[in-house]
């Protein structure tokens, strides 16, 4: 007796790897794909230049770091930046006393 015949089977289809993006929009002039990034794997710095407005911004990276990564510290920078020169406003509490609330009732 013989082995039984396997079906051939056709071989599965690569995946491709989708390639992240490396353009990006401007948070100063709003400009769509104005924004490169360009990673030094060698040094560990990414570089981060607007063609528009010339903002640069660099910041350390690891060997899995990608361009995305640079651009969101990018905006995590500028907020912390914002949030530094703004002085923090204390509201004044709303008349939560009980004596600001009655009235003296003692002067009658």
């Known amino acids: 007796m013989g082995k039984r ?4 089977r056709k071989p599965a289809p690569s995946r491709k790897k989708e390639t ?9 002039c709003h400009h769509e794909n104005s924004v490169s990034v360009k990673l030094d794997r060698k040094e560990g710095v ?5 063609r528009v407005c010339d903002q ?14 640079v651009y969101s510290d990018w905006i995590d920078a500028t907020e912390a930046a914002q949030n530094e020169d703004q002085p923090t406003r204390r509201t004044a509490p709303a008349a939560s006393s009980r004596a ?6 003692d002067d009658e």
Do not use: M, W
Request: charged letters at 20%; proline letters at 3%.
């Open 46 to 50: 990414g570089n981060l230049i607007c």
């Open 5 to 8: 015949k396997k079906s051939s």
């Open 100 to 105: 600001a609330r009655l009235p003296d009732s």
């Open 20 to 28: 992240l993006a490396t353009q990006f929009s401007c948070i100063f």
């Open 56 to 69: 640069r911004f660099q910041a350390r990276i690891n060997h899995l770091s990608e361009a995305i990564d």
